[in-house]
């Protein structure tokens, strides 16, 4: 693939999938929406592009919305701050990449969103060490 993109395929059943298509290879032409949306059109089917927060969060699996503003990739996250923001590093600095959390979210998730980071951490920390002959 020359130029992959990742894309919403809506399906003969109504629902829809992410997918992936290559711009150069499978596009015969592409055509704006009522809404402004990009749709790209190819031998096998119409595809739209990613638009918003939902359509992240509700086609990629671990993409979760924790506030109005930003979607969070959760198998990245490392820890929680105490100014209700998500971090990505194990030892966060004032440096650190962080996403902000909404109080309602972080209320009604906060056991799932602990368990998320234990489970995280434990998978870096495995990835770190020697492995065994």
Known sequence: MKSPMSV??????????????????????????????????TLHGEYR????????????EDFWQLDGSNVVNMSKVKGVGHHLKAYFDDFPTERSKFASISWMFMHLLQDIVHQRIHHNRCQSISGALPKKD
Do not use: C, M, W
């Not at 592009?49 to 990629?60: F, G, K, S, T, V």
């Open 8 to 41: 919403i395929q809506t399906l003969p059943t109504g629902e829809s999938r992410l997918a992936v298509i290559d711009l150069h290879s499978d596009v015969l032409y592409t055509e704006k929406d009522k809404s402004g949306r990009l749709i790209f059109h």
């Open 49 to 60: 592009a990613i638009a918003d927060l939902d359509d992240l969060e509700n086609h990629i």
